[in-house]
């Protein structure tokens, strides 16, 4: 007892002590609770925002879907980078999870199959990823993404089986394909044909949207 009141009678006499002293638990308090409702988005230019208005990218919608149905306590935060491969997302993941988070969606391998990488590399990457967040038992998203017929068909087949294969191994759930309801729509594409639009990326969103329910149940289970 008389060590604990010596020791906030000093820091009264140091008011940098005593802020430290008396405020930084309520910090960590705070800080621990933002943490617990972040959902991180661990991708690569579709859901980023390439070629979109700020307000019009997967995720800022999906911000905004959430708000409206239930959800205004989580924040999906982009950690999304235009370009990114597997290996990219492997090599930036402790970053991304700095500051902490609930829960992430990992959407990435599409510049994987579009610069012909081996399935066998893309799924090793993404297993180190999925392994990565099961070790910190963060509930996963797992997007997919399908590839072309460019490559012919084993490549097809062996890219395909990628995200099923992985969401059942760590109990993730799946989104098969990111682009699901926009193939041979390309109103909603941009100009390239590959990134969708503001308008595309809301027909994501509604679909995404229950699965990221689920996810933020996840994490208060």
């Not at 995720?59 to 370009?83: F, T, Y």
């Not at 990992?106 to 993404?126: H, Q």
């Not at 990111?178 to 193939?183: E, I, R, Y």
């Not at 729509?185 to 100009?191: I, S, V």
């Amino acid at each position: 007892m008389f060590t604990v009141t010596y020791g906030l009678a000093r820091a009264a006499c140091n008011p940098v002590v005593l802020f430290l002293a008396l405020f930084l638990p309520l910090m960590a308090i705070s800080s621990h609770s933002v943490a617990s409702s972040r959902i991180i988005v661990l991708g690569d230019s579709l859901t980023a925002g390439y070629g979109v208005a700020l307000d019009g990218g997967v995720v800022p919608q999906l911000q905004r879907w959430l708000d409206a149905h239930g959800a205004a306590d989580c924040e999906v935060i982009n950690m999304s980078v235009s370009g990114d491969t597997t290996e990219g997302g492997r090599a930036r993941l402790e970053w991304a999870l700095a500051e902490g988070a609930a829960a992430v969606i990992v959407e990435l391998g599409a510049n994987d199959m579009l610069r012909g990488i081996d399935p066998a590399v893309t799924r090793g990457n993404l297993d180190a990823i999925l392994a990565a967040l099961a070790e910190r038992d963060l509930p996963v998203l797992l997007v997919g993404m399908r590839s072309s017929e460019n490559f012919g068909p084993e490549y097809k087949r062996a890219f395909d089986a990628i995200y099923p294969n992985l969401a059942a191994q760590y109990q993730a759930i799946l989104d098969p394909f990111l682009l699901d309801g926009l193939v041979d729509k390309p109103a909603l594409f941009q100009d390239d044909g590959l990134h969708p639009n503001a308008a595309g990326n809301a027909v994501v969103v509604e679909r995404l949207g229950p699965m990221v329910l689920e996810l933020i149940a996840r994490v208060k289970e």
